[in-house]
């Protein structure tokens, strides 16, 4: 099996607050990150807010053709990927060390994340903006966490 790794994690207490590094977190299934704006309490809120995800290799793609350099904390995502199509996992379970999400949806870029960054940013992060998931068992994400999936697919959604 191929794998990925986490190189990162981020968040903030407060919607439009700043993503702070942490090198742990507490993912609660059905919750999301303990502490994050997005963690859900009894049932408010919606699964696919409770875990984003980005790929490192889109934020290098969009600094190399685009020429916008955006920091990992910068595109309000939570986990920042390496070696693993996001895109992929629409729809799939994959685990993040010992913790298991389920991919919902794209997190396709929006006018607030412009707004809160840089003039361009939607457009160049248009089909790699990351991923949607949910909390499916909880436990603590760490960086340098191996990103993987179990399955024959693997290979194919894996590129690490």
């Known amino acids: 099996m191929s794998q990925g790794e986490l190189l990162a994690i981020h968040m903030t207490g407060r919607k439009r607050g700043s993503l702070e590094s942490v ?8 919750s999301g990150l303990r502490g994050d704006r997005y963690f859900r309490q009894e049932g408010i809120g919606k699964p696919e807010q409770e875990v984003t995800l980005i790929e490192s290799e889109a ?5 190399r053709e685009h020429g916008i350099t955006l920091a990992a ?9 390496r ?14 060390g010992d913790v298991r999400l389920r ?7 929006c006018g607030h994340l412009e707004k809160l960054t840089v003039g361009g940013i939607k457009k160049a992060l248009r089909g790699r903006g990351g ?4 909390v499916v068992r ?3 994400l760490r960086i340098g966490d191996i990103v993987a999936r179990d ?3 693997t290979e194919a959604v894996l590129t690490g």
């Open 59 to 63: 934020l290098e793609a969009v600094a």
């Open 83 to 96: 070696g693993v199509s996001l895109n992929a996992l629409v729809g799939q379970e994959f685990s993040v």
């Open 138 to 140: 909880g436990g603590v």
């Open 151 to 153: 399955g024959s697919a």
């Open 23 to 30: 090198t742990e977190v507490e993912a609660v299934a059905g």
């Open 131 to 134: 991923l949607r998931a949910q």
């Open 73 to 81: 904390a910068q595109s309000r995502r939570n986990l920042l990927t």
């Open 103 to 109: 991919g919902i949806e794209l997190c396709e870029p």
